[in-house]
């Protein structure tokens, strides 16, 4: 099974919404509307910020929102903040398996 | 509140099995409709999901890893373990447990280092 693509980094400045998208294909991403959304600070385990494409959990900011299109998925983060700087990874359900994306590092300028 | 831990040896011979383990609190292992996994992150590297054990006892696993991978659940311990033969330095990691709901995984482990060296 092959990882979901997603940019290798992206950079914002405080205040500022920026968007994380996870490529997959017509057999995971697409197929299903099991996309989550993890959050990764280093050297800490992963932390759930987005379920089912859209569903946040009670405990995670609103400034956090999920959406898909097609074999896309994509996580925005608005009024970016400097504890935002972190690694995020998307990941799929497909089938009896799940796939991860190859994870994203976001800076805070 | 759902606690995992993970246990295990941190040092593993290649060639050898990797055996780790997954203590549950807050909650019972065999109860709902839930899922249970297993996930690793080589050093510097990104995510990789393992296999994953359905409440019922039913398993999946990464087409990857299949053929040397064992998921397996001690309900009577609440706990469950991960077995991962032959291994060699590219299994070294760090694993980490987890409870799924929706097919997220909402409950992780702290995670635990498995170097492969001789």
């Known amino acids: 099974q092959s990882a979901l693509t997603q940019p290798a980094s992206l950079s914002g400045s405080p205040g500022q919404s920026i968007t994380i998208s996870c490529t997959g294909t017509?057999?995971?991403?697409?197929?299903?509307?099991?996309v989550s959304w993890y959050q990764q600070h280093p050297g800490k385990a992963p932390k759930l910020l987005i379920s089912?494409?859209?569903k946040r959990p009670s405990e995670i900011s609103s400034r956090f929102s999920g959406s898909k299109s097609g074999n896309t998925a994509s996580l925005t983060i608005s009024g970016l903040r400097s504890e935002d700087e972190a690694d995020y990874y998307c990941?799929?359900?497909?089938?009896?398996?799940?796939?991860f994306g190859t994870g994203t590092k976001v800076t805070v300028l | 509140q759902l606690q995992l831990q993970e246990s295990g040896p941190g040092l593993v011979r290649p060639s050898e099995t990797l055996s780790l383990t997954c203590s549950v609190s807050?909650?019972?292992?065999?109860?709902?409709?839930?899922?249970w996994g297993w996930i690793r992150q080589p050093p510097g590297k990104g995510l990789e999901w393992i296999g994953s054990?359905?409440?019922?006892?039913?398993?999946y696993y990464n087409p990857a890893l299949k053929s040397r991978v064992t998921i397996s659940v001690d309900t009577s311990k609440n706990q469950f373990s991960l077995k991962l033969t032959s291994v060699t330095a590219a299994d070294t990691a760090i694993y980490y447990c987890?409870?799924?709901?929706?097919?997220?995984?909402?409950?992780w482990g702290q995670g635990t280092l498995v170097t492969v060296s001789s």
């Open positions: 987890a409870h799924t709901l929706a097919a997220a995984f909402d409950y």
């Open positions: 807050g909650g019972s292992i065999s109860s709902g409709n839930y899922y």
């Open positions: 054990l359905y409440y019922s006892g039913s398993t």
């Open positions: 017509s057999s995971d991403v697409e197929r299903y509307d099991l």
């Open positions: 089912e494409v859209t």
């Open positions: 990941s799929s359900y497909a089938n009896r398996r799940w796939v």
